[in-house]
């Protein structure tokens, strides 16, 4: 399922509770000046600094001027994890975006913030399936259920391809995650298209991803493809009973992984 939204000024739930199994989601947008709080209560939750500079206190401690990228397509960015009970304020300093992904768990873990420089960047796929995923708060975070990153499609590529899935619990083979996508888009104007589809066959839906859409993922494989001179961004969220990522390539395209090493190889003599 997709939803297209138009931010508007202050905190935007975009994923309710109950509507996923585990995810909640959101994105507070403000000007210089404007406050927003948080106690995570009785979930652990990632902050994940979109766009703009904030200072950010954590439970009384202060963490001034985090953030500062102009866009989701400017480098690396500023997260934090956040368990159980952790008091969040945010200041903003300039025009500022603040993606909030929480989900009901036990989490005993420290506060954890981490810095642009602490995000694990890789160079995923090759050819026209290139793109890069940066892995944020992933296994070196103590957290109980999220995992989060970002992904970024070159202009007329894919990604989450080859198509994989995880919604069985099958280790080590497959582990069972939902998953919720919120999408830029560069141009703003253009657009790129997500695929939901199972091996049944009962899903098997086409969508238009625009600036600020969100894709619900509790089930299926669920490519994503740029249009030409387009690059397409997205903050995802992962949650189930494991953090072990474990995806499983659909059987028509698992091919298509053997023959990276080739294309790389072939493409280093061009």
Known sequence: MIKHVTLQKGFNPLVEPNEMQYIEFGVFKGSAGDTFSLDTG?????????????????NGEMHPNVGGRRSVFEGNTWSLYAPNGTKIAIEVVDEAEVAISKTRVKADAPPRLVRPDEVVVRDVGVWNWRRDVKDMVDKRIAASRLVVGETINPPGN????????????????????????FFRVQPASSFGVARLFTAEGDIDELYPIRDNSILLIPRGYHPIAAAPGTRVYYLW?????????IPNDASDYRWMKDTEAVIREWQRNV
């Open 42 to 58: 009785d979930c652990e939750a990632v902050v994940v600094f979109l766009a703009g500079r904030c200072h950010l206190l954590v």
């Open 158 to 181: 894919w990604s989450s391809w080859p198509p994989h899935k995880h919604d069985v619990h099958r280790p080590p083979y497959e582990s069972k995650q939902e998953e919720v996508y």
């Open 237 to 245: 969220t992962l949650a189930g009973e494991s953090r072990d990522l």
